[in-house]
């Protein structure tokens, strides 16, 4: 009878959390939309108090707005706070690909080749999901290799951000990054060529940061 703990209250707070951000990121909750703790809260089948500590971390990260008294809703998708997200984003991982490519062992330049796989198909036949989680697995080799926890989780901060405009250049036909800076990159970290990771990587994350929001969501 040991082995049954009671679920702690900080598993529900994340559970909320990334039913959430991942509701808002993939649009089921589109921009402008007014969240209210006690509906998403019996949605999600937990008590009101996750759901109001997810709504909090969400303000901070920038994916909920928040008027005291008022109203809790959906941020607008604005080409300014995109690309100060991905500029952000984008240092941190051209840190961690200078840190682990000296450490990268023939298994992990393999996951990243599967991982581009993936993504190139993928993108092919326009599967968004499929194409942005191997888009995360390819890059999160160099994340787990390198070691850094601040770094990783400055990027699981405002990737989500970035993830929104993605998603919906992606509907619209287009895509935000290319396997064939995915190959470049790989390439490199299987020649153990730290400048050349680190100079695609940036290539890749500059294509991020020029992004432009659709034109009826610029403004706050």
């Known amino acids: 009878m040991n082995a049954m703990q009671p679920v702690r ?23 402008g939309t007014v969240v209210r703790d006690a509906d998403l809260a019996e949605r999600l089948g937990l008590s009101r108090a996750p759901v109001r500590e997810a709504f909090s971390r969400l303000v901070d990260e920038g994916l909920l707005e928040s008027k005291p008294q008022s109203y809790t809703r959906v941020t607008p998708v604005v080409a300014s706070d995109v690309r100060d997200a991905a ?20 298994a992990d330049v393999e996951s990243m080749r599967s991982a581009n796989e993936r993504f190139a198909q993928a993108v092919q036949v326009g599967d968004v999901d499929t194409a942005l989680r191997a888009d995360d697995e390819l890059h999160d080799v160099l994340v787990r290799v390198s070691g850094n926890r601040a770094a990783a989780a400055t990027i699981a901060r405002y990737t989500p951000l970035i993830r929104r405009l993605e998603r919906r250049r992606f509907g619209q036909g287009g895509n935000c990054r290319s396997a064939g800076l995915h190959e470049q990159l790989i390439d490199a970290c299987a020649a153990a060529d730290v400048d050349e990771a680190v100079r695609v990587t940036a290539e890749i994350w500059r294509s991020l940061a020029g992004m432009d929001a659709p034109d009826d969501e610029e403004a706050h």
């Not at 994340?14 to 991942?22: M, V």
């Open 9 to 31: 209250r900080t598993l529900l707070r994340d559970r909320a959390y990334e039913a959430l951000r991942d509701a808002i990121v993939a649009g089921e909750i589109e921009p």
């Open 87 to 106: 500029s952000v984003v984008g240092a941190m991982h051209e840190l961690v690909t200078r840190v682990a490519v000296p450490r990268l062992f023939a």
